[in-house]
């Protein structure tokens, strides 16, 4: 599964000399080289107070007393765990993005549905106000008009007999 991953690690290869911390990460591009640095053990890694450090140590061998020589290289296995470690929790912080941004996309839709339809609560309410307003103007005028037609047969009537 991981055969495409290069045996060899460079950090160097991750340097630019970029104070811009990395977005994936929230890890300065320097500080790679401290995490990698085939020089320094990776069991004095810096403390970042999250918990992660004893993790980061189970996975990459313990302790420094273990080691013989400190500039020895850490086994490939431990950087693909460590990589892989940070590469998830990346990917984890980016879901966790993509999962808020779509809570608050559908809070809004929510939100702007929810105005829309008191919106058409307020028209229908109105034309329903309107409609019952002409349906008695219009009875008031059939009304009328059979009045009317009333009266235009009673005249036709007189005239006849006249």
Do not use: Y
């Not at 034309?127 to 008031?140: A, E, G």
């Amino acid at each position: 599964m991981f055969s495409t991953v290069s045996a060899t690690f460079s950090p160097d290869s991750m340097l630019d000399n970029d104070p811009i911390p990395d977005i994936e990460t929230n890890i300065m591009k320097w500080d790679w080289s401290e995490l990698f640095s085939p020089s320094q053990s990776t069991g004095s890694a810096r403390s970042s107070g999250t918990g992660s450090d004893e993790a980061k140590q189970s996975l990459t061998g313990g302790s420094t007393s273990s080691l013989k020589d400190p500039n020895q290289r850490v086994p490939t296995i431990d950087e693909r765990k460590l990589r892989r470690m940070i590469s998830n929790r990346a990917s984890a912080r980016r879901s966790r993005m993509r999962k808020r941004n779509h809570l608050e996309n559908l809070t809004n839709e929510v939100k702007q549905l929810q105005i829309q339809n008191q919106e058409l609560n307020n028209r229908l309410k109105s034309l329903s106000d309107l409609n019952h307003c002409l349906r008695i103007d219009n009875n008031r005028v059939r009304f009328e008009c059979s009045i009317l037609q009333q009266e235009v047969l009673d005249m036709r009537q007189l005239l006849v007999f006249t």
